[in-house]
């Protein structure tokens, strides 16, 4: 952790509502409330599962002006970087569940971006593939979603990159080992 970061652990930003440190048990904390500040001591989960509902909304907020969906848009750069992957392999690669990917691209063959193929070396296998519009949709998401991605980040001090690049791939590391494991994989 950097040094800026370990003295700012427990105080307030300067000009916020509240002077001194806040406390999550002492004030009852609940996101979404009205006026509702961040603990900077509230636990470590709340504060990711709080983070994630953000980043999503975010996220989906973003993607509107594409007209794909959240999970259609990964679903179609997921098949950007590698086209002719089996459903399953969808899902396994995006952490989905597999009726969700189904539901996803049945809508996504709906409008042309996507299209089931047979395998040539296994008549059961059908593989997913971009159509030239999914193609050319997935570059579109990518140029408008891009810099608004990128810009949600400026408040990110270079200083502190690392700890965070850090804390996020140990985070992917343990909770890609957990859903494997409740998986039975």
Not at 100 to 119: A, I
Request: some cysteine; hydrophobic content about 40%.
């Amino acid at each position: 952790m950097t040094e800026g970061l370990r003295q700012t652990q427990n105080v307030v930003p300067a000009g916020s509502r509240t002077a001194g440190p806040r406390n999550a048990n002492a004030e009852g904390w609940v996101w979404g409330d009205e006026g509702a500040e961040v603990p900077l001591d509230a636990p470590l989960p709340a504060l990711i599962s709080v983070a994630m509902r953000l980043v999503g909304a975010f996220l989906g907020n973003v993607s509107q002006g594409t007209g794909v969906s959240p999970a259609g848009l990964g679903v179609v750069r997921l098949l950007a970087a590698r086209d002719g992957l089996k459903s399953s392999e969808v899902a396994a690669r995006g952490w989905w569940a597999p009726g969700t990917v189904t539901s996803v691209v049945d809508t996504l063959v709906r409008d042309g971006y996507v299209e089931r193929r047979g395998d040539g070396q296994d008549r059961r296998v059908v593989r997913l593939h971009l159509t030239s519009r999914g193609r050319r949709k997935a570059e579109e998401a990518i140029s408008l979603i891009g810099p608004r991605w990128r810009d949600a980040f400026c408040y990110v001090d270079p200083a502190d990159e690392p700890v965070i690049r850090k804390f996020l791939v140990d985070t992917i590391e343990r909770f890609g080992t957990l859903v494997r494991e409740e998986r039975g994989k």
